[in-house]
C-alpha cells in the first residue's frame, strides 16, 4: 500500500510542474523581442515618438528603453467621440469565482483524481475539499471587506470594482480621439538610440508571420518629419501556445495513469 501511495504522490507533483511549465511556455511562446535603432538625422537634439500601426490588428506593442517602458504622449486627431454614458458603481459579480484561481483547479485535480481511485483515494478528496473550500472561504472574506469598504465611504482594492464618475454632465462630454505615441529619451543630433519593442501576441493556430509599420518622428518642431518603416514578427502558435490545450492534455493523462493504477490495486497486482 506504501507504494501505491508513493506512485499517486509522485503523480500529483509531476502533474503540477507540467501545467506550470506548459503555461510558463505558452507566456514565452506569445511574447516576441525586437529591437528598434533610432537615428536622429537632424541637427538640434531631440526626443522621438515611436508609433506601431497594425493593419491586421491582434496583437500588442510595447516600447521599452533598459526594461523601463517608454513615456506616452496622447496626439490627438481633432475628432470627437461621444462619452459613454454614466453608470453607477458596479461590483464584479464573478469576484468569488476569480479569486479562487489557480488554488481552486489543483483542489479539483486532486478531488478528480481521488474520485477514481474509490476507497483509496478517500484521503485526496478529503484533502481537495478543505482545500476548495478554504479558498472559497478567503474570497469570501474579501468580498465582505470589499463591500464595507464601499459602504464606509473607503476604497475596495483594486480589480473589484470598476468605478465611473456619476453624473449627467458626464454623459453630455465628448472625448477627444487620437492616438498615444511612445516617446524616448533626448537623442543627441546624429547619433542613435536602441530601444526594446516587445510584441505580445494572442493565441494563433500555427505559427505565422506579422506585418506591421512603424512610424517615428522628432518630438521637437512645428511640422517634424515623419518616418515609416515596414516591420515583422514571428509568431509562435500551435498546441503548446493554446490557454488550455496543454494543461486540460497534461491532467487528462495523470487522470488516466491514476486509474490504471487504481486497477491495478483492484485486481491485486499492486498491494
Not at 493593419?55 to 506593442?61: D, K, N
Request: glycine share 10%; hydrophobic share 45%; no cysteine.
Amino acid at each position: 500500500m506504501i507504494l501505491v501511495w508513493v506512485i499517486v504522490g509522485i503523480v500529483i507533483i509531476a502533474t503540477l510542474v507540467a501545467v506550470l511549465w506548459a503555461i510558463s511556455i505558452r507566456k514565452r511562446r506569445l511574447i516576441s523581442a525586437l529591437q528598434v535603432e533610432i537615428e536622429n538625422q537632424g541637427n538640434m537634439d531631440s526626443r522621438y515618438q515611436l508609433l506601431v500601426e497594425d493593419p491586421q490588428a491582434g496583437l500588442t506593442y510595447k516600447f521599452s528603453y533598459n526594461g523601463e517602458a517608454l513615456q506616452g504622449v496622447f496626439k490627438p486627431d481633432g475628432k470627437l467621440l461621444p462619452a459613454p454614458p454614466a453608470k453607477r458603481s458596479r461590483r464584479n459579480s464573478d469576484g468569488v469565482e476569480n479569486a479562487i484561481g489557480f488554488t481552486g483547479a489543483l483542489a479539483n485535480v486532486m478531488i478528480g483524481a481521488g474520485s477514481l481511485m474509490g476507497g483509496f483515494g478517500k484521503p485526496i478528496v478529503q484533502a481537495g475539499n478543505k482545500l476548495f473550500q478554504g479558498q472559497v472561504n478567503a474570497a469570501k472574506a474579501r468580498k465582505v471587506s470589499n463591500d464595507a469598504a464601499a459602504l464606509s465611504g473607503g476604497t475596495a482594492p483594486t480589480g473589484q470594482y470598476d468605478y465611473q464618475t456619476p453624473g449627467a454632465e458626464q454623459a453630455s462630454q465628448a472625448r477627444l480621439s487620437g492616438v498615444m505615441w511612445s516617446e524616448t529619451a533626448v537623442i543627441k543630433a546624429g547619433s542613435k538610440l536602441v530601444v526594446d519593442l516587445k510584441v505580445h501576441a494572442a493565441y494563433f493556430p500555427r505559427d505565422l508571420a506579422h506585418p506591421f509599420k512603424l512610424k517615428s518622428r522628432p518630438s521637437e518642431g512645428s511640422n517634424p518629419p515623419e518616418v515609416v518603416t515596414d516591420g515583422m514578427v514571428q509568431i509562435r502558435g500551435g498546441f503548446l501556445s493554446h490557454k488550455f490545450y496543454p494543461p486540460v492534455t497534461i491532467i487528462g493523462t495523470s487522470a488516466l495513469f491514476l486509474a490504471f493504477v487504481y486497477w491495478l490495486v483492484r485486481i491485486g497486482v499492486l498491494q
